[in-house]
């Protein structure tokens, strides 16, 4: 696609309630991100894949947190068991290969609301 | 390990008056550094790029960023403010020694434009 897409753009849930946010990255871009930003805080690495192979999972707060890229391409990031302190923006990025220095996009964000 | 601080949570400036947004990084290698903005309700959008080419960057919107590695430091300005430059700016350091590695964000500069 043109951008970054994740959906849903909003999503309120109980809590205890389980969470599947998903993102489509940009066509053709092999490395794939995840981040949390919290109300007043700058985004904070959640974890990574490059095509399918998840790079680096170490910023997943807990073992509630778990995502996948089973094909290389769409990811989803789930939350189990919600809690009202994973309410946050999550966002998801994407970029190519090029070394260091590669710009990465990122899409406009996942608001999730846990009541 | 790899961090930016952000110097000011908050700046106002006058419109047409100069922007300057303070950025100081810690990196054990070489790194990458990234001016993102955010605007309400908007995607991550970057502003300019550091790779380790010339150590000024000119970005979007008549922004620039120099590169001090003396200081280590990665200041954003702006000769004149626009009342559009509201917005809530973002300093990333990419450790830079090996491709994809995660980015590192300071916790944020809002930006606020005076009429």
């Known amino acids: 696609g043109a951008g970054v897409s994740q959906s849903p753009r909003y999503k309120v849930t109980k809590r205890g309630q389980d969470v599947a946010l998903r993102c489509d990255p940009i066509?053709?871009?092999?490395?794939l991100y995840w981040y949390r930003q919290a109300l007043g805080q700058g985004p904070e690495f959640l974890t990574y894949?490059?095509?399918?192979?998840?790079?680096?999972k170490s910023g997943l707060p807990n073992d509630r947190f778990s995502a996948e890229r089973p094909e290389g391409s769409i990811s989803t990031l789930t939350i189990q068991r919600t809690e009202q302190r994973d309410s946050a923006m999550y966002r998801c990025a994407s970029s190519t290969p090029r070394g260091s220095g590669n710009t990465i996009y990122f899409g406009e964000g996942s608001w999730l609301t846990v009541v | 390990a790899q961090s930016v601080t952000q110097l000011d949570s908050h700046v106002s400036v006058s419109e047409g008056t100069p922007v300057l947004l303070r950025c100081n990084y810690s990196?054990?290698?070489?790194?990458?550094l990234f001016w993102y903005v955010q605007h309400p309700n908007k995607g991550l959008q970057l502003l300019l790029k550091?790779?380790?080419?010339?150590?000024l960057v000119k970005g979007i919107n008549g922004f620039e960023a120099e590169f001090k590695k003396s200081e280590t430091s990665f200041h954003l300005t702006k000769p004149s403010a626009h009342m559009s430059d509201a917005a809530e700016y973002f300093c990333v350091v990419s450790p830079g020694h090996s491709g994809n590695t995660p980015l590192v964000f300071g916790k944020g500069t809002r930006l606020s434009v005076i009429a």
């Open positions: 990196s054990s290698y070489s790194p990458s």
């Open positions: 550091y790779t380790s080419a010339a150590t």
């Open positions: 894949f490059n095509y399918e192979a998840q790079q680096d």
């Open positions: 066509s053709g871009h092999v490395s």
